[in-house]
């Protein structure tokens, strides 16, 4: 009895073990042509009608697709495999077969005016690069530095030495090297002194910033008086200002009348004829003056 039952569970096994073999062995008359890179497999075997009649059409498609992929995952396996975290890859080979585009080539872009003017007269592009070390660029942009420092501390440049100059006297070169130490990014506070070299006389005056936090009854004050201001109805005038200024206004309107009128006079005197002295003397009577010729009488 268990002799039996022994036998009929290797027989069991064995058919087991055919029915997993003949699910991943395809027999086909000729081989397929594979493109493992692109996972592509080629069927040159000739369809029978007959197959095709004696089934359904879709049934003979499906199970024609399923044998031909199956070829084609067993060469996929016969690639060699390795092993990324807890799953088996396979590495696969480069494509041998040329795909197609999708699109179609992209078409060249027509030259600009530039570019045609460029090809007639052989003018080639040259492309600059910012690696080349130029001293001259670097001595002006030095200049203009020291420029704009003078400028923030409204020193003349001329007298700081800062420029080329035949003779610098002391002052100017006490100033000249004043200001090069207070260039840096902490303002001279970690330049070296000199073995006799006196403190600088000015640095600036630094901004005076009220404290953030503390006692806040100063800016209190002057928001409450800033209210005052806008909402009384009388605006805060300053009397003796304005009366400057309109005294200011109404003596350069005067002086303009008096250079108008002065200028208007002195064009009629040039113009008009015969308003000056003549040879008898001042007064209409002259001869010059351009009065009538009096008759003597007795005469008509």
Known sequence: MAACCVDELLAKAEREEAEKLSSISVHKELDLDFDI??????????????DVREQRKEDFLRALARGNTQLLINEVWKQPTDRVQEAIVAKLPDPTTPLPREKRLPKPKPPTKWEQFAK????????????????????????????????????????????PKAQQSKDELTRAVSVAKTSTASMGRFQEQLPKEKP???????RKFEPLIGDFSNEKHKQLELL????????KLDVTKAVNKQMREEDREEAAAKYKKGAGKKGRRGNVPGKGKG???KGKGGRAGGGKKRSKPGKR
């Open 120 to 163: 007639l007269k052989g003018i080639q592009k040259k492309k600059k690069t910012n690696l080349v070390w130029d001293e001259t660029r670097v001595a002006k942009n030095e200049l203009n530095r020291l420029k704009n420092i003078a400028r923030v501390q409204k020193v003349k440049v001329p007298g700081l030495g800062l420029t």
């Open 200 to 206: 600088a006389k000015s640095r600036g005056k630094k």
């Open 228 to 235: 005052k201001i806008m909402d009384s109805k009388k605006s």
């Open 279 to 281: 040879k008898g003397g």
């Open 37 to 50: 890179g692109n996972l592509l497999a080629s069927d040159k075997n000739r369809i029978d009608c007959r």
